[in-house]
């Protein structure tokens, strides 16, 4: 994975999280850059927290 796939998966993170689930409860969302070293790039992993 490269720096622009990395960037065009990170964006579209960013756009699944601004739009609003049906059904969703409450809590914070969490996103979190980590280093994957079986791809050796970084990825995004979103939570929700309670």
């Known amino acids: ?3 622009r796939s990395f960037l ?8 699944a999280r601004a739009v609003p689930l049906a059904g969703r409860v409450g809590g914070r969302r969490v996103l979190t850059l980590v280093y994957d070293r079986s791809i ?6 979103d939570r929700l927290v309670p």
Do not use: Q
Not at 40 to 45: H, L, S, T
């Open 8 to 15: 065009v998966l990170s964006g579209a993170a960013l756009a």
């Open 40 to 45: 050796g790039a970084m990825r995004a992993i």
């Open 1 to 3: 994975m490269d720096r």
